[in-house]
C-alpha cells in the first residue's frame, strides 16, 4: 500500500487545528492531529516543505520505518515542532493500519486492559463560591476526580479561569495577540490550600481531586505547596515546577507525599527518561499529538509500567478529536492507565468538521469498535473556519519581569 498523497488542512472550528490527510493508491485513507498551540503554521511548513516530499511513494504500512526515518533522518531531534509533525504522519499511518485491518487501533496495540476510560473534569472559577459551585455540578455529572483552579485574590486573569469566556474554545479563539497576566507568588500560596480545604469542608473525600500549578514556583516554592495540600489527599499536583532540570523533582519528593503529575510539554521518552527511572514522578502527562504520536505514546508507557507510573495523557482543548481519539485507543489499551483529563467535545463547529467515536457519561469515556482512530473529517465544512492568529498568554511579575506562564 502506497503513500500516493498527504494533505495538511488549517482551520479554526472553534480553535485551530492542524488536520494531516496520507491518502493510499488502495483508496484508503487516515488521519492525524499535528496541532501546537499557537505555533500551528511553524509545524504546517515543517510538513508541507520537509516531510511530505520524503513520504510520497512510501509504504503506508511500514510505521515503525516511517517513525524512525523521520526522527532519525533529520538528524535535528525533538523539540516541539518537528515531534508534533511526526505525530501528525504516525496517527494518520495508524488509523491506516486499522482500518485496512477492518480492527480499532487498540486491537493492533493489544487490545483491551479495561472497558472504558476514566476522565477528571475542570472546576474552574472566579472566585471560591464560583469553583465549588462548579464542582458540585461536576460532581452531578458524574466525575469522580475533578481539578481546582480558581482566580487568586488580588490578581487578573489567573491561570485555568475563563474570565467572561463561556469555555476553553472561546477563550482561545479570543487571543490575536498574547494577553500579560500579572504574577504573584505569595498571593498564590496563601490562597490555593484554603481552596481545597473549602472543597473538602463542603463535598467530603470520597471524590479525588487535582490541580495545576502550571511551573510557576521554584521547588522548595513546590515542596511548600505539597506539603500543605497534603491533608487534602490530592490525585496529583500537575507541573509543580518547570521540568527542565529533572532532578528538582526529588527536592519536592523529600518534604512531601502528595503525588506529582508532569509532561503535558515532553516532546520524546527522553524527556521523561530520568524522573520516571528515579520515581520522581507518579503520572506522566504527554500528549500522543506533541511528543511523536502513538508510536512513542506506547514506548513512554511501556517505560513508565516498569516503575510503577501511570499515564494521565494531557487532554486540553487545543488537541483536535483525533488526538483524543488516539489518547482513547492509548488509555483502553494501557495497562498502567491512570487517567484522561477530559474538558468536552467542544462548540458546534467542531462537531460539524469531526466526528469521533467517544462518549461520555459518568465519569468515564466510552470507545466505539470503528476501524482505525474512528475520526471522520469534513473537509468541506473545515474549509468554511479558516486560521485564526492565536497565542497562549505571557505572565510578568509586578514589577514586569517575565515568569513562567
Not at 498564590?188 to 481545597?196: D, E
Request: charged residues 20%.
Amino acid at each position: 500500500m502506497k503513500i500516493t498523497a498527504i494533505k495538511v488542512f488549517v482551520n479554526s472550528p472553534d480553535r485551530n487545528f492542524v488536520t494531516v490527510k496520507i491518502e493510499t493508491d488502495e483508496g484508503i485513507y487516515g488521519l492525524g492531529d499535528a496541532t501546537l498551540n499557537g505555533r500551528e503554521l511553524a509545524v504546517v511548513a515543517y510538513l508541507e516543505n520537509h516531510i511530505v516530499p520524503c513520504l510520497i511513494g512510501k509504504d503506508a504500512s511500514q510505521i515503525e520505518d516511517t517513525w524512525q526515518y523521520l526522527y532519525k533522518g533529520a538528524y535535528w531531534r525533538r523539540g516541539p515542532i518537528t515531534m508534533t509533525a511526526i505525530a501528525g504522519i504516525d496517527m494518520a499511518l495508524w488509523d491506516i493500519k486499522g482500518k485496512a485491518a477492518g480492527l480499532p487501533v487498540y486491537q493492533l496495540l493489544g487490545g483491551k486492559s479495561r472497558s472504558k476510560i476514566k476522565v477528571y473534569g475542570h472546576a474552574n472559577g472566579n472566585n471560591v463560591e464560583e469553583t465549588l459551585d462548579n464542582l458540585g455540578r461536576l460532581i452531578s455529572e458524574g466525575y469522580q476526580t475533578i481539578r481546582l483552579q480558581c482566580a487568586i485574590p488580588g490578581l487578573q486573569d489567573s491561570y485555568g479561569t475563563l474570565a467572561d469566556k463561556k469555555d476553553y474554545y472561546a477563550l482561545q479563539s479570543s487571543r490575536s495577540l498574547p494577553p500579560e497576566q500579572v504574577w504573584d507568588t505569595k498571593k498564590y500560596l496563601n490562597f490555593i490550600p484554603s481552596l481545597f480545604q473549602k472543597a473538602r469542608d463542603k463535598y467530603g473525600y470520597d471524590m479525588d481531586l487535582t490541580h495545576d500549578v502550571h511551573s510557576r514556583l521554584t521547588p522548595i516554592e513546590a515542596a511548600r505547596l505539597a506539603k500543605e495540600l497534603e491533608p487534602y489527599k490530592l490525585l496529583f499536583l500537575e507541573d509543580a515546577i518547570p521540568a527542565e532540570n529533572q532532578d528538582d523533582f526529588l527536592q519536592i519528593r523529600k518534604h512531601s507525599t502528595t503525588p506529582l503529575a508532569v509532561g503535558e510539554v515532553f516532546n520524546t521518552i527522553w524527556d521523561c527518561k530520568d524522573l520516571i527511572t528515579s520515581q520522581s514522578i507518579d503520572y506522566l502527562r504527554s500528549a500522543a499529538t506533541h511528543s511523536g504520536g502513538i508510536t512513542s505514546m506506547r514506548r513512554q508507557a511501556d517505560l513508565a509500567a516498569l516503575y510503577k507510573v501511570k499515564t494521565a495523557p494531557h487532554g486540553p482543548p487545543d488537541i483536535s478529536p483525533i488526538g483524543h481519539a488516539a489518547h482513547a485507543h492509548l488509555n483502553i489499551w494501557c495497562p498502567n492507565f491512570g487517567i484522561q483529563e477530559f474538558v468536552g467535545f467542544g462548540g458546534d463547529q467542531m462537531q460539524k468538521v469531526f466526528s469521533h467515536p467517544l462518549s461520555y457519561e459518568a465519569g468515564y469515556l466510552h470507545l466505539s469498535d470503528l476501524p482505525g482512530l474512528g475520526v471522520a473529517f469534513n473537509e468541506d465544512e473545515a474549509s468554511k473556519y479558516p486560521y485564526m492568529r492565536s497565542y497562549l498568554p505571557v505572565s510578568r511579575l509586578e514589577d514586569g519581569t517575565l515568569w513562567d506562564w
